[in-house]
């Protein structure tokens, strides 16, 4: 089960949509359309509306379109994004490349698909302790994942004081077109002395979007069930 916060879809798709008529006029205001002051735009509303959760357990579940349209032509919205990129142009970060580069395909930057931080719990299947001391590697497409930055590791160990905790977030893949839907293949690999390996495999069904998840931190979990290991040897199922 995971949360997400319709509101972000609700300004990034307004601010994107806003930004292309402002180009279209022949920009009178001279605002600064590039993508960080469009990021620095969108931080700028997103502080001052109110977010709105939803639940979502397909992962990737998203706000419907129509939705979308209603809550981005809301007259308050519109005025929050028109007042963000002038102030935004007015204080323009000083150290930053604020040429669009290459013109691109797409509104907003390169696509992505980003992927979930990926939570789940071992225990021992015997006594239904917390495990310590395994080694938990997460794999796609038969290959070791790559992580999103040094601060996660894969593999990681599992230590005592995390009560078998172990969590992943992995690098978000390069996408083609926004809304594309996929599901990413994975498999837990769990070792630990004196017990079977446990392998277990998910999915994770994720939707393309324009840009980074670490850039907007969105942040998303895949929670998956409790996994157990058991010593060798034990009966047949
Ligand atoms: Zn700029």
Redesign the pocket.
């Known amino acids: 089960m995971e949360i997400h916060n319709t509101t972000e879809d609700t300004v990034f798709s307004a601010i994107s949509e806003i930004c292309a008529s402002i180009e279209k006029q022949g920009n009178p205001g001279k605002f600064?359309?590039?993508d960080?002051?469009r990021m620095d735009a969108a931080c700028f509303v997103l502080n001052r509306i109110a977010p709105h959760y939803i639940r979502s357990n397909r992962g990737a579940a998203r706000i419907d379109q129509k939705t979308l349209s209603r809550q981005q032509q809301d007259a308050d919205t519109v005025s929050l994004v028109l007042e963000a990129l002038k102030r935004?142009?007015h204080n323009?970060?000083p150290n930053?490349d604020?040429t669009r580069g290459p013109a691109k395909e797409i509104a907003w930057g390169p696509v992505f698909f980003n992927i979930p931080t990926i939570i789940g719990r071992a225990f021992n299947g015997a006594n239904f302790s917390p495990l310590a001391d395994a080694r938990v590697e997460l794999r796609r497409e038969g290959k070791q994942e790559e992580m999103k930055n040094r601060n996660w590791e894969n593999p990681c160990t599992l230590v005592a004081n995390t009560q078998g905790t172990f969590t992943f977030w992995p690098e978000s893949i390069p996408a083609k077109d926004a809304g594309a839907r996929k599901n990413f293949e994975y498999s837990i690999t769990i070792e630990a002395a004196g017990f079977e390996i446990q392998r277990h495999f998910f999915e994770v069904p994720v939707i393309s979007e324009s840009g980074d998840a670490e850039s907007f931190s969105m942040n998303r979990t895949h929670t998956l069930p409790d996994l157990y290991l058991f010593p060798p040897g034990g009966d047949e199922d």
């Open positions: 600064c359309l590039c960080q002051c935004v142009s323009q970060r930053t604020h």
